[in-house]
């Protein structure tokens, strides 16, 4: 099994452009979600999904969005990048929104915007 | 609201344990995670306690609960440079983030040979 993969794995941006950033796992969880991890902040959640249809916003939802198609897919999409979304972002999956595994992330993708 | 705490630092030599706090503020959390971040790594996931019980150990991990306390601990025996890394703890619960995993600025755990 591949697990989480996350596409790019790096990535610069301008201001003001579009880009969406790639989650897809092989494990048919039902719950996926998507973290940032900035110097001193630790993760902070998105948005997330408890299964294909349904998605919701975390602690920092602005200027992101998501949708959920299939089971395996969660893309995120960054609508007009700012250089405060300059982060790590992280995507994680698991069985469900509550279960005793906890979560199983991907290896990140690195997002620069200038 | 939830709220994860940990401090951001903690240097040890080669062979010494290491122990590494939490503390958490939500009493209806029902499981405790401890994850390993490596540089330029995603998590992974060590260990976790259900929120019923006092202690866990795996193999060099112990994981010690006090729920009186809301405090979160993990020690790793015999801490090796391979153990080097970023430390997160997290609290899962039914509170005001609708079941999500909460997380801790993370540990930054250095090793000394």
């Known amino acids: 099994n591949a697990g989480v993969t996350q596409t790019p794995k790096f990535q610069v941006l301008k201001t003001g452009q579009s880009m969406t950033l790639q989650c897809a796992q092989d494990?048919?969880?039902?719950?996926m979600s998507w973290y940032r991890q900035d110097p001193g902040m630790g993760l902070r959640l998105i948005h997330y999904?408890?299964?294909?249809?349904?998605?919701d916003q975390g602690e920092v939802p602005n200027g992101y969005n998501v949708s959920r198609s299939t089971t395996e897919d969660f893309p995120l999409r960054l609508l007009s990048a700012a250089p405060s979304q300059t982060s790590v972002y992280f995507c994680?999956?698991?069985?469900?929104?509550?279960?005793?595994?906890?979560?199983?992330f991907g290896s990140g993708t690195r997002l620069t915007v200038v | 609201g939830e709220d994860v705490e940990q401090s951001l630092f903690l240097s040890v030599r080669e062979g010494d344990s290491s122990v590494i706090n939490c503390t958490y503020t939500?009493?209806?959390?029902?499981?405790l995670y401890w994850y390993k971040q490596e540089p330029g790594a995603g998590l992974q996931l060590l260990t976790y306690?259900?929120?019923?019980?006092d202690m866990k150990q795996d193999q060099r991990l112990t994981v010690l609960l006090n729920k009186k306390d809301k405090h979160l601990s993990l020690r790793i025996a015999d801490t090796q440079t391979g153990d080097s890394a970023i430390y997160f703890c997290?609290?899962?619960?039914?509170?005001?983030?609708?079941?999500?995993?909460?997380f801790g600025k993370g540990t930054k755990l250095s090793v000394k040979p």
């Open positions: 306690i259900f929120s019923n019980m």
């Open positions: 494990m048919n969880h039902e719950y």
């Open positions: 994680a999956s698991s069985y469900s929104q509550a279960s005793r595994w906890g979560y199983t």
């Open positions: 999904s408890v299964g294909a249809g349904i998605t």
């Open positions: 939500d009493s209806s959390s029902t499981y």
């Open positions: 997290a609290e899962l619960n039914y509170g005001g983030s609708q079941g999500n995993l909460i």
